[in-house]
Nanobody, 128 residues
């Protein structure tokens, strides 16, 4: 059973940076893809990017490219989301989610319905 725990959120000023962490346990990391999502108050959950941990292939939502970067540390069983040049509209709860990879799967999914395992979320607030 995969378990996901996010951390690293907080209050940050506009223009600042954050690195969110998603600690993955209970499974072999390379059998999974991990995706990042966020949900702002009153809005639907939206995808940011994902990484196929078998081949380190990243798939990003077009509008999220540039300021959002996903990476992994296999030794720490952790997937990271680096967010640069934070803006007020980035204020949201950020979630990571995991999905078991198909045998020949290359692209990971950035849609929430594709994921069954979710972390509890970490709050990011961008304000001066």
């Amino acid at each position: 059973q995969v378990q996901l725990v996010e951390s690293g959120g907080g209050l940050v000023q506009p223009g600042g940076s954050l690195r969110l962490s998603c600690a993955v346990s209970g499974v072999t990391l390379e059998d999974y893809s991990v995706a990042w999502f966020r949900q702002a108050p009153g809005k639907e959950r939206e995808g940011i990017n994902c990484i196929n941990l078998r081949i380190d292939r990243v798939n990003s939502i077009e509008s999220m490219k540039g300021r959002f970067t996903v990476s992994r540390d296999s030794a720490q069983n952790t997937v990271y989301l680096q967010i640069n040049n934070l803006k007020a509209e980035d204020t949201a709860i950020y979630y990571c989610a995991a999905d078991l990879l198909g045998t020949y799967q290359v692209l990971c999914a950035t849609a929430a319905f594709a994921y069954n395992s979710w972390g509890q979320g970490t709050q990011v607030t961008v304000s001066s």
